[in-house]
């Protein structure tokens, strides 16, 4: 089923269609001046869809419309699942979440942190905190990611085939064991770093469950919420569903189709990565997120219950900090101020300091592609975005999504 039907009248559900329009006009603009190929987005509130629309094309160069059944690369709105994933195997009593990673995956139990040095010859010295099962969940394990290019340890995330992706061949398990001979940016918990924290977070919910991850998902998440189009590569049948994916050229931030990257969803992947390695539909996205909106029951299928929801979706970083006091000064998918993290989303907790419309306890994430969601448990309000272009930090469309939708927002 692929039908993103409007289900109520957008006047009904408090917003004013003529306001809606505004949303739709802005993000045309971006497609009539060539800046993205093209883009559809679901808006819904008290889990009834209120606004779907879309523009552009999900192919230029074949001239195919964006359609309701479009796939996307989701990137890191990957994340979100395996941190649902994790959780449902800590309500089944199976790990704590101060459990040290190495209890379940020994290769991280004599982690080093970097003190100084180049790349070429770091200095380091032992890690006085393990990495923790929450220290994954929020990305405060001192892990990173070869393309911030801002630390020496990047680099060395770089020079060992982990950029944007995988050395060829190395599945999982392979990564956990290469990332953990590298070292750590800082002590576990001490400071927030975007980072490969999911995908190990990902192998935690394989050697647990005793399921590789893409199973996992199939049989404990996908499979129950019908989430048909959601895996982490495409088959042959669904090609022709596909986005190409796009990147602006230097200079002139023409579009420029990137299926050196783009093509890696079209075949099975040996790295399977919770982190940003999924490809979804916007209707089952939004099966995802309303999943999260009711407290982690759809249509009598309940993955969390409502006690763990909320205590995912509260800032868990030390102190109550936001991002711009406690992260790291790298490549991120959310803004810094007034915006907490939890275990798995952004958090909103404080609307002034992050100066864009939103709710206080606003959870959300978005991936590369420059795709992104978010829920508003005040309001009841969810939306997602879905586009490809990367990268995400190219037009900064999440805190314009927000601005155009809340002022639609009249009851």
Request: glycine share 10%.
């Amino acid at each position: 089923m692929t039908d993103l039907a409007v289900e109520a009248d957008p006047g009904e559900l408090g917003f004013d269609p003529s306001r809606l329009k505004r949303i739709d006009d802005h993000f045309a603009r971006y497609v009539d001046q060539g800046r993205l190929a093209g883009w559809l987005l679901l808006v819904a509130r008290h889990g009834r869809i209120a606004h779907v629309a879309s523009c552009g094309q999900r192919d230029i160069e074949a001239a195919l419309p964006i359609e309701h059944d479009t796939l996307f690369r989701i990137y890191s709105m990957s994340k979100p699942v395996t941190s649902v994933a994790a959780m449902m195997l800590y309500e089944e009593g199976l790990f704590e979440l101060k459990d040290p990673i190495h209890r379940f995956l020994p290769e991280f139990r004599h982690m080093r942190v970097y003190t100084g040095g180049s790349a070429l010859a770091p200095v380091t010295a032992p890690a006085s905190e393990p990495i923790r099962v929450w220290h994954l969940l929020t990305h405060t394990a001192g892990l990173t990611y070869g393309f911030h290019h801002v630390h020496p340890v990047d680099a060395m995330y770089r020079k060992g085939g982990f950029e944007w992706g995988a050395p060829r061949e190395t599945d999982l398990a392979g990564c956990c064991e290469r990332w953990a001979q590298f070292p750590l940016l800082f002590e576990p918990g001490s400071r927030w770093n975007y980072s490969v924290a999911t995908d190990v977070l990902g192998r935690l919910v394989e050697v647990i469950s005793g399921q590789t991850l893409d199973a996992f998902f199939a049989e404990r998440i996908f499979g129950p919420l019908g989430m048909d189009d959601t895996a982490f590569s495409v088959p042959e049948e669904k090609l022709s569903r596909l986005a190409a994916l796009y990147v602006p050229a230097p200079g002139t931030r023409e579009l420029m189709r990137y299926d050196a990257m783009g093509a890696a969803i079209t075949q099975k992947p040996v790295y399977l990565s919770g982190g940003g390695g999924l490809v979804s539909t916007a209707r089952d996205y939004h099966r995802f997120v309303e999943m999260l909106r009711r407290g982690g029951e759809l249509d009598s299928v309940r993955l969390l219950g409502t006690r763990t929801v909320r205590y995912m979706t509260r800032n868990h970083l030390p102190g109550g900090a936001d991002l711009e006091a406690f992260g790291q000064s790298t490549f991120a998918e959310t803004t810094f101020d007034g915006v907490g993290f939890g275990l798995g989303f952004a958090v909103v907790e404080d609307t002034a300091a992050s100066k864009t419309l939103s709710s206080p306890g606003e959870f959300s994430w978005g991936g590369a592609a420059s795709t992104g969601f978010f829920v508003d448990p005040h309001e009841d309000i969810t939306a997602v975005f879905l586009t490809q272009l990367l990268p995400s930090s190219t037009y900064n469309l999440r805190p314009q999504l927000k601005q155009v939708l809340y002022q639609a927002l009249v009851a």
